[in-house]
T-cell receptor, first 113, second 112 residues
Framework: DTAVSQTPKYLVTQMGNDKSIKCEQNLGHDTMYWYKQDSKKFLKIMFSYNNKELIINETVPNRFSPKSPDKAHLNLHINSLELGDSAVYFCASSQDWGGSPLHFGNGTRLTVT | QKEVEQNSGPLSVPEGAIASLNCTYSDRGSQSFFWYRQYSGKSPELIMS????GDKEDGRFTAQLNKASQYVSLLIRDSQPSDSATYLC????????????FGPGTSLSVIP
């Protein structure tokens, strides 16, 4: 019944590794997002897809690459992980584009050592 | 990028009191405004959305919007200890693909 689900919940890895986070929504929404919440709890948008099309690509290192195989899935792959990548990454979805309410997944806490 | 500002708090209120949370935003074209609640270690959950000037009430929560002054507020009546959380104000940034941007959040503590 989970509306927006992301895996894994926790991810601990070493610098230089490559990792992926998966997200799926069963709400039938057209738009999906990745947000990053840093240690100061500030929530910042990274990417957004609308019907599998990339709409927003914020100033994010190109080590981060989103992929949307279909409108219900949005994955995030991170290459060459750095200490500063440690944060909580939230996937979210919304009914459509243009300021609709966001529904968040439970988050993935990434720790890079 | 346009900004959304909130008092970081912490804001402490006694149980049963009214908690007042404020938010200002810089994008004059913004049309969608949201309040999210985030408990420690959890994901943000939507409490209220408001799109028109004035007040919108939902149970103990009232959102107030004043587009001319570019502020939106959230009132929580009869505050309960379970309301203790961080409250995030979010606004759509019209000048940049209508993306939703968040304020830094206000930490609320309701004292029994």
């Amino acid at each position: 019944d989970t509306a927006v689900s992301q895996t894994p919940k926790y991810l601990v890895t070493q610098m230089g590794n490559d990792k992926s986070i998966k997200c799926e929504q069963n709400l039938g929404h057209d738009t999906m997002y990745w947000y990053k919440q840093d240690s100061k709890k500030f929530l910042k948008i990274m990417f957004s897809y609308n019907n599998k099309e990339l709409i927003i690509n914020e100033t994010v290192p190109n080590r981060f690459s989103p992929k949307s195989p279909d409108k219900a899935h949005l994955n995030l792959h991170i290459n060459s992980l750095e200490l500063g990548d440690s944060a909580v990454y939230f996937c979210a979805s919304s009914q459509d584009w243009g300021g609709s309410p966001l529904h968040f997944g439970n988050g993935t806490r990434l720790t890079v050592t | 990028q346009k900004e959304v500002e909130q008092n970081s708090g912490p804001l402490s209120v006694p149980e049963g009191a009214i908690a007042s949370l404020n938010c200002t935003y810089s994008d004059r074209g913004s049309q969608s405004f949201f309040w999210y609640r985030q408990y420690s270690g959890k994901s943000p959950e939507l409490i209220m959305s408001i799109y028109s000037n004035g007040d919108k009430e939902d149970g103990r929560f009232t959102a107030q919007l004043n587009k001319a002054s570019q502020y939106v507020s959230l009132l929580i009546r009869d505050s309960q200890p379970s309301d203790s959380a961080t409250y995030l104000c979010a606004v759509n940034e019209v000048t940049s693909y209508d993306k939703v941007i968040f304020g830094p959040g206000t930490s609320l503590s309701v004292i029994p």
